[in-house]
């Protein structure tokens, strides 16, 4: 079933959850909302499910308006973050439980419940809990049940609201890439709610990164990692580095460093932000004039290590830049966070308080358009 959103908004008193939020997602088509805490995600998602009303635009299923059309009857699926299963029952009633109450004309008989209950416990891998209690499971598999569950009304859409958000973070890895196997397997169209990035990335065909209430970027995992819509997917999506200055005619002068950018060469003493990624610099040991470009200009920071930590195959750098060593709070801001392979590192023999040279090989530069 296909899905498509039309200029929804939402607000809820002086606070506008939704802007104008248009989107379609193509039957079969496992998509990620993708954004921070308040940026209207789990609401978008609730007002598809019809748990939520919006208070303009419209919602539809395979071209069908089902704006009105209650929860009861718009056949979606919804896993909550908590699982929500009922305690007093055992693993097989509550995935029989969406069944057992469908209206006398609809509801299958108990050897079909029965056959279909073990079959979604197989699917889901836990048909040995069958006779077990919530209380009696890892949280891994409460989460598995309750997916087990939505599927047995064999919904035309699946909702998961924030599904591993409650886990550590090994039950959650493993569970991302079951949900992903589970869905190619299925192909029940699926929208799923997170701020993790890395489970967005990992898990969704497409991914939404939403903030403020609005749609910033729709792309495959690779295009919205590689080809950020803006500075705010940029930043949101994984660690980086942000550097302020100016740009014109095409070169960029940041915090003690010019960055070509061709692509800005229009751009007139404007106001610009670059983005790098710690695995984005180039590092090497400091020698007078060593930063400097066959015309004297600079192209790479002096800094100070200020720590290193190596955890398995990376090495993490935290390097202050040399310029105004600051204290306290403003060290923190002013910190450029570089990893390198491990090996790099202690082949460099690189120590705490050197003084190193850090050069971007890549940058996403931002310019601002005067208004």
């Given at each position: 079933?296909?899905?498509?959103?039309?200029?929804?908004?939402?607000?809820?008193?002086?606070?506008?959850?939704?802007?104008?939020?248009?989107?379609?997602?193509?039957?079969?088509?496992?998509?990620?909302?993708?954004?921070?805490?308040?940026?209207?995600?789990?609401?978008?998602?609730?007002?598809?499910?019809?748990?939520?009303?919006?208070?303009?635009?419209?919602?539809?299923?395979?071209?069908?308006?089902?704006?009105?059309?209650?929860?009861?009857?718009?056949?979606?699926?919804?896993?909550?973050?908590?699982?929500?299963?009922?305690?007093?029952?055992?693993?097989?009633?509550?995935?029989?439980?969406?069944?057992?109450?469908?209206?006398?004309s609809q509801r299958p008989s108990d050897a079909v419940i029965k056959q279909k209950v073990h079959d979604l416990l197989n699917?889901?891998?836990?048909?040995?809990?069958?006779?077990?209690?919530?209380?009696?499971?890892?949280?891994?598999?409460?989460?598995?049940?309750?997916?087990?569950?939505?599927?047995?009304?064999?919904?035309?859409?699946?909702?998961?609201?924030?599904?591993?958000?409650?886990?550590?973070?090994?039950?959650?890895?493993?569970?991302?890439?079951?949900?992903?196997?589970?869905?190619?397997?299925?192909?029940?169209?699926?929208?799923?709610?997170?701020?993790?990035?890395?489970?967005?990335?990992?898990?969704?065909?497409?991914?939404?990164?939403?903030?403020?209430?609005?749609?910033?970027?729709?792309?495959?995992?690779?295009?919205?990692?590689?080809?950020?819509?803006?500075?705010?997917?940029?930043?949101?999506?994984?660690?980086?580095?942000?550097?302020?200055?100016?740009?014109?005619?095409?070169?960029?002068?940041?915090?003690?460093?010019?960055?070509?950018?061709?692509?800005?060469?229009?751009?007139?003493?404007?106001?610009?932000?670059?983005?790098?990624?710690?695995?984005?610099?180039?590092?090497?040991?400091?020698?007078?004039?060593?930063?400097?470009?066959?015309?004297?200009?600079?192209?790479?920071?002096?800094?100070?290590?200020?720590?290193?930590?190596?955890?398995?195959?990376?090495?993490?750098?935290?390097?202050?830049?040399?310029?105004?060593?600051?204290?306290?709070?403003?060290?923190?801001?002013?910190?450029?966070?570089?990893?390198?392979?491990?090996?790099?590192?202690?082949?460099?023999?690189?120590?705490?308080?050197?003084?190193?040279?850090?050069?971007?090989?890549?940058?996403?530069?931002?310019?601002?358009?005067?208004?």
């Open positions: 079933m296909s899905i498509e959103i039309r200029n929804v908004n939402k607000r809820f008193g002086d606070f506008q959850a939704l802007r104008d939020v248009n989107l379609n997602i193509d039957s079969g088509e496992l998509v990620a909302l993708l954004g921070p805490s308040g940026c209207g995600k789990t609401t978008l998602l609730r007002i598809i499910a019809g748990l939520e009303v919006a208070d303009a635009g419209s919602i539809h299923f395979s071209g069908e308006d089902t704006t009105d059309v209650h929860v009861r009857e718009r056949q979606v699926g919804f896993v909550f973050q908590h699982y929500a299963l009922f305690r007093h029952m055992t693993v097989f009633e509550n995935v029989a439980f969406g069944l057992r109450v469908k209206p006398r699917l889901v891998q836990l048909d040995w809990l069958a006779d077990r209690f919530p209380s009696q499971l890892s949280g891994g598999q409460r989460q598995r049940i309750a997916l087990a569950r939505a599927l047995a009304v064999e919904p035309k859409v699946l909702l998961l609201d924030e599904p591993f958000g409650a886990l550590d973070a090994k039950v959650r890895k493993e569970l991302r890439r079951w949900l992903r196997r589970l869905h190619d397997e299925l192909h029940v169209t699926s929208i799923f709610v997170t701020h993790d990035q890395e489970e967005a990335l990992e898990v969704a065909d497409r991914v939404v990164v939403i903030n403020k209430g609005q749609i910033e970027q729709v792309g495959s995992p690779q295009e919205v990692w590689d080809h950020p819509a803006s500075p705010f997917v940029y930043g949101f999506l994984g660690d980086v580095n942000l550097f302020h200055g100016r740009a014109h005619e095409g070169e960029v002068h940041l915090e003690g460093m010019r960055l070509d950018a061709p692509e800005h060469s229009a751009a007139q003493d404007a106001k610009a932000t670059a983005f790098v990624r710690p695995h984005d610099f180039d590092i090497a040991r400091y020698s007078p004039g060593q930063q400097l470009d066959g015309t004297g200009r600079s192209r790479g920071i002096v800094v100070q290590l200020s720590r290193a930590i190596v955890i398995g195959p990376i090495a993490r750098l935290e390097l202050v830049p040399v310029d105004d060593l600051p204290s306290g709070e403003d060290a923190a801001n002013k910190l450029i966070e570089a990893q390198i392979p491990a090996q790099q590192y202690r082949d460099a023999g690189f120590r705490e308080g050197e003084t190193l040279v850090v050069t971007p090989r890549h940058a996403r530069v931002f310019v601002e358009t005067a208004v």
